[in-house]
């Protein structure tokens, strides 16, 4: 198990005993570049004890360091537990993927993990908001020279629910090396996209029919996809 390079642990509903997982020594796989964790999707965490329970697997399952890639995979908690907003902890990771959390309320902060190139964030029916939490850690008004300083492909898409978008009042220091940004399929969502993306060549929008986002400054642009969308001004 040591020498293996990728691990996809799935049906983590069936772990009984927590400490079953933690002897499973993710911490100690340091040679593991690609984690896995899933949960069977047709789960519908009615029960606040399993959603519970959830939270305690996948605290358990915390990773080595040199971690490359993570996906996290129908997680039914209402948080994610700390390790996953630890920026020095995963300070190697370049690619994170939460898809069909439903349950989760809110994003975990992601701002500053300093190695971050892509970030795919899918059916995540319970978040209505995204602000200031998923930038910082901590207080808000923290001095952070630049916010996801790495992160080059950013998705959102199957976003239900989500209604704002709260970008840092930084926004020189948001997204400096972004080049590929997609909205898909988030219909309530109203508010509003970073308005000032320097190296965005590639912007996809659609399936958005209320969003307003005006005055996008988009220096870089190549390619622009937007369809279904409330009305918008260009600013190149």
Known sequence: ????????????????????????????????????????????????????????????????????????DSYGGLVFPGWVSDASLLSKMVELSLVDCKKCTSLPCLGQFPSLKRLRIQGMDGVKQVGAEFYFYGE???????????????????????EDWSSSSTTESLFPSLNEFTVSNC???????????????????????????????????KELYVKEFDETIFQR
């Open 1 to 72: 198990m040591g020498r293996h390079r990728e691990l996809c642990i799935s049906k983590l509903e069936n772990v009984v005993n927590v400490e079953d997982v933690r002897d499973a020594g993710l911490k100690l796989k340091n040679n593991l570049e690609r984690l896995t964790l899933q949960w069977s999707s047709n789960l519908d965490g009615s029960r606040n004890d399993e959603m519970a329970d959830q939270k305690n697997v996948l605290q358990s399952l915390q990773p080595h360091s040199n971690l490359g890639k993570l996906g996290i």
């Open 140 to 162: 808000a008004g923290v001095s952070v020279d630049k916010i996801f300083p790495s992160l080059e492909s950013l998705y959102f898409e199957d976003m239900p629910e989500w």
């Open 187 to 221: 219909p309530k969502l109203i508010k509003e996209l970073p308005t000032y993306l320097p190296s965005l060549t590639m912007l996809s929008v659609y399936g958005c029919p209320k969003l307003e986002f005006t005055l996008l400054k988009l220096p870089s642009i």
